[in-house]
């Protein structure tokens, strides 16, 4: 049992900072968590809760600040230091070894032995089926962990942290990937551990899963500490207004264009399951801003709509033309260019030079001519590297050492070589220091200023509300709101993000 008889709370962190280079991830991060409770850690995406979590669990070592476990200072180097201390942590996408069984998995490397020395596999499986009795599911502790579910491998480091004793339980967004069901057996788990005494802490998205299951909420915001409340004796719009207050205009300064035609038509478009009935249109010089939360679909209508994933109904033109469902191809020739969230593996061949990325789309225009040289490539791409100002010394220097900001600005230029009528770009900045943000944020303002139509995907309010001239938002597959940019407040974007589920009842 954890021990739980003094009254000094588990956990208590303060002002604690954390900086990558010039990237302070972590500014002031503050919690006080108690044992028998579980408290909701939110805030945007990017407000340092994860960075948080990985000092508590020794993957990061703070810059600054106190940290205490039960009552007594620690600091630890590694994440060996927190298991032992009583600390465990279970992220989104927990990493099992495939090919051991899943009772190794829980027992790794504190295997019980026989009297002859050899490890003692049916007192290893007899304790884990114990593990899974107490927290009520059913999983085969001899099957291997490769094909296990998300949630069950989720459960096998709950089982595993349960068997060290842990005192502290961290998830860090562990429901995303998980479905109703999933949810349910999962918050089933984390009451029962409440009620042994643990403390846990809950980090998710979901305003209805926070009022469901927690009885303490702390918010952050830009890497530092807000609030804490207690959960009944606060509302959804009172958490967001705390999550999101500031002023945006101020960091944003979007020029005015001049708004044109409709370029982008899309019309019920529907996956099942997926999304549902969507209806967009982007015109000629207009930023659509797609919000919503993690696992809304955005990312999944982006691809439908430029042909790399397939879609069961609904339409999509550009300029009044159709444009071939599941043929990325007939998009490009449109008029459309897609640049998808993980530029690493979509956008950007890394282990190529700076100019034959850029050059890669209109190469083969030249190489139709014949031979490519490294010369043709640098001639192509000069012109466009050097509007973007993308900052290299030299052009054939290599694209994985550049800076998220440089490899953003090199994709983009690579898609503007193909004149696009419409840029589809989902979470523009993800990954990029603040001072590169505002450049790539006046790039994408200056094009459409040239008559681009832009459709942005981004979870970073901020960043929707200070680019878009209207703002659509997805929540579970569906469009809750289409908001003017005059009209579209962090609370008006968060409430149609969030609410849709409550008020379909
Ligand atoms: N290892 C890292 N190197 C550089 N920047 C990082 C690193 N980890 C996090 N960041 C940055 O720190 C900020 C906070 O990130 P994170 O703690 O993951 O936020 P959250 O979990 O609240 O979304 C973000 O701007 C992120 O890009
Ligand atoms: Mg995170």
């Not at 900072?17 to 805030?43: C, D, Q």
């Not at 990312?299 to 999509?316: I, K």
């Not at 979470?427 to 001072?435: A, F, K, L, N, S």
């Amino acid at each position: 049992m954890p021990t739980s008889n003094t009254a000094a709370p588990v956990l208590v962190l303060r002002d604690v900072s954390k900086s990558f280079g010039p990237v302070v991830a972590l500014r002031a991060g503050s919690i006080s968590v108690e044992a028998g409770s579980i408290h909701a850690l939110i805030g945007e995406n990017g407000a340092g809760k994860s960075t948080l979590v990985k000092v508590v669990a020794g993957v990061h070592r703070r810059d600054s600040g106190t940290f205490e476990l039960g009552g007594e200072a620690v600091d630890f180097g590694s994440t060996a230091e927190s298991k032992q201390a009583g600390v465990a942590v279970i992220y989104q996408e927990p990493t099992l070894f495939p090919d051991l069984s899943v009772t190794e998995n829980i027992f790794m490397g504190r295997q019980p032995v026989t009297r002859g020395r050899r490890i003692d596999r049916q007192a290893m499986y007899t304790e884990a089926e114990a593990l899974f009795a107490r927290l009520g599911v059913r999983i085969d502790p001899r099957r291997p962990a490769e094909g296990l579910s998300i949630a069950d491998q989720q459960i096998i480091e709950i089982a595993k942290a349960i068997s060290l004793d842990a005192r502290l339980l961290v998830m860090d967004e562990p429901t995303a990937a998980l479905s109703g069901v999933e949810v349910e057996r999962l918050f089933a788990v984390a009451r029962s551990l409440r009620d042994e005494g643990r403390a846990l802490v809950f980090i998710s998205h979901r305003f209805d899963e926070v009022f469901a299951l927690c009885d303490t909420v702390t918010v952050m915001r830009d890497g530092s500490y807000v609030d804490t409340r207690r959960v009944d004796e606060t509302t959804s719009s009172d958490l967001v207004s705390l999550m999101v207050g500031r002023d945006v205009d101020d960091l944003f300064p979007k020029t005015p264009a001049e708004i044109g035609e409709p370029v982008l038509q899309v019309r019920g478009l529907t996956r099942a399951g997926v999304f549902h009935d969507i209806d967009l249109d982007v015109r000629a010089g207009e930023i659509v801003g797609l919000a919503g939360l993690v696992g809304a679909g955005r990312s999944e209508v982006a691809r439908a709509v430029f042909g790399v994933d397939a879609y069961d109904s609904g339409s999509v033109t550009m300029l009044g033309k159709p444009v071939r469902a599941r043929d990325p191809r007939s998009a490009i020739k449109a008029g459309m260019a897609f640049i998808p969230e993980d530029r690493r593996k979509q956008g950007l061949v890394i282990d190529s030079s700076v100019a034959g990325n850029v050059a890669a789309v209109i190469r083969r225009g030249i190489a139709r001519a014949g031979l490519i040289t490294g010369s043709m490539e640098n001639r192509a791409a000069g012109p466009w590297a050097g509007r973007l100002e993308v900052k290299t010394s030299a052009l054939d220097m290599n694209a994985a050492t550049m800076s998220g900001g440089n490899q953003q600005k090199v994709v983009i230029a690579k898609w503007l070589a193909t004149n696009p009528k419409l840029l589809i770009i989902d979470e523009p900045t993800r990954g990029i220091d603040v001072g590169t943000k505002s450049e790539v944020h006046r790039l994408l303002s200056e094009l459409a200023g040239q008559g681009l139509a832009i459709l942005m995907i981004s979870s970073e309010l901020p960043e929707v509300l200070g680019m878009a001239d209207r703002v659509l938002v997805l929540c579970e597959g569906r469009l809750t709101a289409e908001l003017d940019r005059a009209d579209a407040t962090p609370e008006a974007v968060m409430h149609a993000a969030t609410h849709h589920l409550e008020e379909a009842r």
